[in-house]
């Protein structure tokens, strides 16, 4: 084997694709054809052509394309990583999370804290939780790692605070007692995917 | 026993191993991985979890109770092998919870590990559940039987290891397995499962509560979320704390912990120890050792102006008062200002031991007792002299109790204080009960039973020889006797004469020698010849533990003596142990006084400037969890403590650099101690802190033992002076050693009298007791492992000044009335 | 005489206020221009539609610290912009605004001073308006200045030259200086409009009047991706301000040419009163302006030069040949 092939550095697949540009005239005579064909093509005017259709469109087909941001707001996907929000079960409206405190373990900018303690009905109480958003990249690692889909992204996006550190509690992030009716399983990362049933295996059951 | 190396093939790799090493150990000493949930290093093999299967010159063997042989070839993986392990697993993950996330073994959990070692992603059997609760077995236990695998490791330490046997496998009413499943499934899963299914872990008492030592041993060794710590449940993750290797600071073993800390909430982000582990497959720890550890001291600040003061205190002190709740570089600044300024140095834990050490190396021409504990674990015999093993030292009883359950040893407990606890050690254990003030006698028993009569100086051997005594005791024997009976034959109506042979009790006299020793120890010479005999049979080392009384003793010089004597004409292994955390440290380090003068500078002592550890004096220091530095234990290892939680103010070296004797770091002492005590040169930063995998200790390093000069052991007569009346023993109930610990939350023993429950009733609730120099006002607690009249009244406390009460002995005459 | 005094200040006054009036609605009508070519809104939330958005920045422009470099030339810096602003309005003296009209009964021609060199003095004035990037650029000891000085140095020469050339055409036709004689050359209607009998000179006048007001595609003198803002780098508040009233004022200034002096003036047409006409025309070179601007790239220095010289240039001087030679015939 030659060594040429291994002084090409050029990495990776070369899906390059040349375009058809024609050549670039020399001598001042090809120059000048270039220049006559294209202002006998009039190409400058289609560049005009093409803004003023554009104004048109916006102005009178109603293409305009602005949102008044803080008046109007785009649907964002619902699999959006924004401000966290906590879940409850549907049936008893009590918080899911159970303080495994494996969002806070896989949380690369470490911004999750839980205390958790031994409740008066023997189960773990998850008594604080915090979450410091000056911290949180939004990886969504902490939904997709909630064995309990109880920490799951939000939508709400907007995250301007007047503290470098801002923070979320418990309370803050669960969903309010009044809208559970209201509440929506979250589809992004750590949801069950479509296929989840098909590759389950089932644990046989004595009863 | 014997020392002859083998060689063993596991996995194609050569072992060199012990003669009689299990093939476990074997594979762990060479870093070669055998699953194993059952089995405990230090224990009997307990076959629950049969998960350590191998393949051994192609017989499948359980590797924890299968001895390795010379030129075996072991294969730990084969096809079959790793079938029947996944099963195994398969069956434990039956019905086991699947709240990993709540649990407290999350993250380090035994049946996690194994359950993805052996890639069981699937589950083949099932049977329907059996409603397990959870239940507090004591003030720090917590068992939740439906996380239980039923491995019995916790059985086992607690009989093996900790002696207390205070738990045992119950019945769980679990359903039948299906007989199909005997053909179908492993025939290893199958048994375990069977077992598995009929049991659970109750106290063995029959009660719901465990009636222990509170050690929390047993929740060290689960290997799954079942035994927890009642203060430690949910309340951190594993993963969450930092681990950070230390010794723990309570008594003379110093054993080898791991303090683990983390913020203690959101809102408050100091460290704090969340728990105490251990490396239990090498090191038992006790309750005190476990729990106690919360006793950091949070009041200090950098505050100038105390700094100046406990300076002034210093230079103008006649004496500085101490104990040996102190580091081994505290102790050497404190003798460097002894040298420098002239103070008095007393500490009266410390003093009569240090007497007694000096006393022992005259005698032995050497520094330090000969062997350590750690030396003993391999014997069969062990006698314990002037120890109270049960509250003394937890390391020297584990020890006691190890060598009964793990080398079908025997035992010798000289106290005056019964315990019901240590003859249930094993089945060769003679107590001898006897007054105190006798322990020279007994150390003459011991003479008399083990040594080389050769060796023993003349008028020894005349007085052994005086305590014999030619005496007749009557014995019933069984003989056969020829009967002869007329039988009726019921079909026929026959008469027959049949002759029978019976047996048939017959008492006879019989001549012996009596011990007049064993009589005055408080056994029974008659029978005493008999077990010793038995007891003796097949043994081979011999250990000895020398406990405090001996150093608390008006005699102690004496009893040095009969000490040395011993380890010279017999083949014992003594060790002594030290009565406080680091009194061999201290009595090494420090050049101790007798009594006080001029004022008194109280390092975690009261005196008239207290420097203190707890928050409550003049000045404030570390405490043992917060600083730096080494502990000398009883094994003669100095060992490093590291700093687990922050601390704020000034150390005893800032007071030091302050009167320009100081170094740049505590540590940096470390390499000051005296190399003619034993010391080495070595800097704190090299020492290692650990275990290797072949169970020995890398920690710290050993201390040399010494030659002096040899003065001769001059043996005293023995004079009578067995206390009567009243007695206290000065003596601590077990989980509490110093001021430390009393502060920790989780150690409830109280400062009270303690006795046995028919003298508990006599005294009352509460009683004033009366010494010669002062009194004292205490509850009364009862202690049910004591026997006999001797009350027992706590030390822990320095502020009450009960060595003061005490004086130089362990035991005084008291009177006690009802308040 | 007193009364044409009194009406030349007015008038000066009226055109000062209008003109930089509508320079300051020029930038809103920019915005909203190219928002509305890349279909976005503009500003909208000053005002209706944003109109006030003007005043908001009129008065952040005011408001601001009027800032000079430690090592500036501090004279010059601060004259700079003046030179600038003024040019374009005193250009402007010379072009008439609106046909003439009777106020109260006074007849009032829009014009400052009807001079008969109007259109000499129009493009002298705008020659002049150089020195103001010319020594700004050069005033404020900033790299990017001198270099954007630098280009307006042989940017506005170069152009002067075409600009001049591509005039001369039409004046020979009209036989005069004055813009209203040019108007007057015009007044038969659409057929009259000079740009059918001079379309190249239109078209030359249109280029090299685009680079006068250093306009896309010509606008190197302050190209951000190049020279940050060229001679006007260290300028803040109403200095940087002037500039750009310059710059619009000139802008008028150019459209008002072009109409004059191609599409008939203010001339009415048909129906629409001469007035109306001239406006929408100049509106229709403004709007020609800011479309271009959203449609063509701007072209690279040595582009700039060969146009000018190499085929403006030549152009200019064949068609004056070609005029000259018709006007013989």
Request: negative net charge.
């Amino acid at each position: 084997m030659s060594l040429d092939k291994l002084k090409n550095r050029n990495v990776g697949v070369q899906n390059y694709k040349m375009l058809d540009l024609g050549h670039t005239p020399e001598s001042g005579w090809g120059k000048f054809k270039q220049v006559l064909k294209r202002s006998v093509k009039l190409e400058l005017f289609v560049g005009l052509k093409v803004t003023i259709r554009e104004m048109f469109k916006a102005l009178f087909m109603g293409e305009m394309h602005t949102v008044k941001y803080p008046f109007e707001k785009l649907p964002i996907s619902p699999r959006y990583r924004a401000i966290h929000e906590m879940k409850r079960l549907l049936e008893s409206g009590h918080y899911r999370c159970i303080g495994c405190g494996l969002c806070e373990k896989i949380c690369i900018s470490n911004c999750i804290k839980m205390d958790t303690r031994y409740d008066e009905e023997q189960r773990k109480e998850v008594s604080d939780y915090t979450i410091n958003f000056g911290r949180c990249i939004f990886c969504g690692y902490c939904a997709e790692v909630c064995p309990e889909l109880a920490i799951v992204h939000g939508g709400r996006y907007e995250t301007a605070s007047e503290q470098r550190a801002s923070y979320s509690n418990f309370e803050d992030m669960l969903t309010p007692m009044d809208e559970l009716m209201n509440q929506k399983e979250y589809p992004g990362f750590g949801a069950p995917t479509p296929v989840a049933d098909k590759n389950i295996k089932k644990t046989p059951l004595a009863y | 026993m014997s020392d002859n190396l083998i060689t063993v093939t596991i996995d194609g790799i050569e072992c060199k191993a012990k003669e009689g090493e299990y093939i476990l150990n074997v594979a762990r000493a060479n870093d070669i991985f055998i699953p194993a949930i059952c089995y405990l290093t230090r224990c009997s093999p307990t076959l629950a979890c049969r998960i350590c299967l191998v393949e051994a010159d192609g017989k499948r063997v359980y590797s924890c109770n299968a001895k390795a042989k010379d030129g075996m070839e072991i294969v730990t993986q084969t096809e079959e092998i790793l079938e029947e392990r996944r099963a195994i697993m398969e069956v434990y993950d039956v019905n086991h919870p699947l709240q990993c996330g709540v649990c407290d073994q999350h993250g380090e959990c035994e049946l996690q590990n194994y359950t993805l070692e052996l890639k069981v992603d699937s589950q083949h059997y099932a049977i329907a559940d059996t409603k397990r609760g959870n239940v507090n077995w004591s003030s720090v236990l917590h068992y939740d039987a439906g996380l239980c695998i039923v491995c019995e490791r916790c059985v086992t330490v607690c009989k093996d290891m900790i002696g207390d046997a205070a738990i045992k496998t119950g019945p769980r009413g679990g359903d039948k397995l299906d007989k199909e499943l005997k053909d179908s499934m492993p025939k290893d899963a199958y048994a375990m499962w069977n077992k598995l299914q009929k049991s659970v872990i109750v106290p063995s008492n029959g009660t719901e509560h465990t009636n222990c030592s509170d050690c929390g041993e047993c929740t060290a060794v689960c290997p799954v979320g079942a035994l927890t710590e009642r203060d430690f449940i949910y309340k951190a993750n594993p993963w969450d704390l930092r681990e950070i290797p230390s010794a723990c600071a309570h008594c003379s073993s110093a054993c080898h912990i791991y303090y683990e800390t983390r913020a203690e909430s959101i809102d408050n982000p100091t460290e704090k120890i969340f728990r105490v582990k251990n490396e239990w497959n090498y090191q038992t720890l006790c309750g005190a050792g476990r729990f106690g550890y919360d006793y950091e001291n949070t009041t200090a600040k950098k505050d100038p102006e105390a700094l100046a003061k406990a300076v002034e205190a210093i230079k103008s002190a006649g004496t500085i008062k101490f104990n040996s709740t102190i580091t081994n570089e505290e102790a050497k600044m404190l003798q460097t200002l002894k040298e420098k300024f002239g103070v008095k140095l007393v500490n009266n834990e410390v003093k009569p031991f240090a007497d007694f050490l000096s006393h022992y190396s005259k005698a032995a021409g050497q520094m330090l007792y000969k062997d350590s504990f750690a030396d003993m674990s391999e014997c069969d015999f062990i006698v314990s002299v002037g120890a109270k093993l049960r509250n003394d030292n937890p390391a020297a009883r584990y020890l006691f109790n190890n060598i009964q359950k793990m080398n079908k040893g025997a035992g010798m407990y000289f106290h005056p204080v019964g315990d019901t606890l240590i003859p249930t050690f094993g089945k060769s254990i003679q107590t001898f009960e006897h007054k105190p003030g006798d322990e020279e006698s007994a150390l003459l028993l011991i003479l008399d039973l083990f040594a080389d009569k050769d060796k023993l100086p003349d008028d020894v051997k005349a007085k052994l020889d005086a305590s014999k005594e030619k005496r007749t005791k009557t014995v019933t024997e069984k003989v056969m006797e020829e009967v002869t009976e007329t039988v009726v034959d019921k079909e026929t109506g026959e008469e027959k004469e049949v002759t029978k042979k019976v047996p048939k009790n017959v008492k006879k006299e019989v001549e012996y020698e009596a011990n007049s020793l064993v009589e005055k120890l408080g056994a029974n010479p008659e029978t005493f010849e008999d077990d010793f005999a038995k007891m003796m049979k097949k043994k081979e080392s011999f250990a000895l533990v020398v406990g405090e009384d001996f150093y608390f003793h008006p005699k102690s010089k004496n009893l040095a003596n009969l000490i040395a004597l011993i380890e010279e004409s017999t083949e014992f292994k003594v060790a002594f142990i030290p009565p406080k955390s680091n009194a061999l440290g201290v009595a090494l380090i420090c050049d101790l006084d007798e009594t006080c003068e001029g004022s008194t500078v109280g390092y975690n002592e009261p005196a008239d400037f207290t420097i203190s550890a707890l928050g409550n004096g003049d000045f404030d220091i570390p405490a043992m969890n917060q600083q730096e530095g080494t502990t000398t234990n009883m094994n003669k290892r100095v060992v490093p403590l590291n700093a687990a939680l922050d601390y704020n103010g000034y150390e005893l070296n800032d007071i030091m650099n302050a009167l320009g004797l100081g170094k740049n770091l505590t540590i940096d002492w470390t390499e000051c101690l005296p190399t003619d005590k034993g010391f080495q040169l070595a800097k704190f930063d090299d020492l290692p802190n650990g275990f290797r995998n072949d169970k020995t200790e890398n920690r710290g390093y050993v201390l040399a033992n010494l030659s002096v000069e040899k003065s001769g052991i001059e043996i005293e007569d023995i004079e009578d002076n067995a206390l009567e009346g009243d007695i206290a023993y000065r003596c601590n109930p077990q989980r509490q050693f110093n001021d430390f610990t009393n502060k920790a939350h989780q150690i409830f023993e109280k400062f009270a009298l303690y006795a046995s429950k028919e003298r508990a009733e006599q005294l009352g609730d509460f009683v004033k007791v009366e010494f010669e120099n002062g009194g004292l006002e205490l509850p009364v607690e009862v202690d049910e492992r004591i026997t006999g009249d001797i009350v027992e009244i706590p030390d822990f406390k320095s502020e009450l000044d009960v060595y003061g009460l005490f004086g130089k002995d362990r035991y005084a005459k008291v009177t006690i009335t009802k308040v | 005489m007193d009364g044409y005094i009194i009406a030349t200040v007015i008038k000066a006054i009226l055109i000062l206020a209008v003109i930089s009036a509508l320079a300051g609605f020029g930038t809103y009508i920019e915005r909203k221009i190219l928002a509305f070519i890349q279909r976005r809104l503009g500003p909208m939330h000053v005002g209706p539609f944003g109109v006030l958005q003007i005043a908001a920045d009129g008065i952040k422009l005011f408001t601001k610290e009027d800032f000079i470099p430690s090592g500036a030339n501090k004279i010059v810096f601060m004259v700079a912009p003046i030179i600038t602003a003024a040019t374009a309005f005193i250009a402007l003296a010379a072009v008439p605004l609106l046909p003439e009209f009777t106020l109260f009964g006074i007849d009032v021609k829009p014009i400052v001073s009807d001079m008969n060199i109007g259109i000499l003095f129009v493009i002298a004035m705008m020659g002049v308006g150089l020195y103001g990037p010319l020594l700004a650029g050069m005033a404020q000891e900033n790299k990017w200045g001198i270099i954007g000085s630098a280009r307006t140095a042989i940017q506005f020469l170069s152009y002067e030259v075409v600009t001049g050339l591509s005039l001369l055409a039409p004046i020979m036709m009209v036989g005069s200086l004055s813009l209203i004689d040019f108007n007057t050359y015009q007044a038969g209607g659409i057929g009259h409009w000079i740009v059918w009998t001079q379309p190249v000179a239109f078209i030359l006048f249109l280029i090299s009047g685009f680079a006068e007001t250093n306009r896309t595609p010509f606008d190197l003198l302050e190209n951000e991706a190049e020279v940050i803002s060229g001679y006007a780098t260290e300028y803040s508040g109403m200095r940087w301000g002037m500039f750009f009233i310059g710059e619009y004022a000139n802008m008028i200034t150019i459209g008002f040419l072009a109409s004059l002096i191609f599409l008939g003036g203010f001339n009415p047409l048909w129906i629409i009163p001469g007035g109306l006409a001239i406006i929408l025309k100049v509106a229709f070179f403004f709007f020609l302006m800011l479309w271009v601007r959203s449609a063509w790239p701007h072209i690279r220095p040595d582009q700039l030069m060969w146009l000018c010289w190499k085929v403006l240039m030549p152009l200019a001087v064949i068609n004056i040949l070609i005029t000259g030679l018709v006007m013989m015939a």
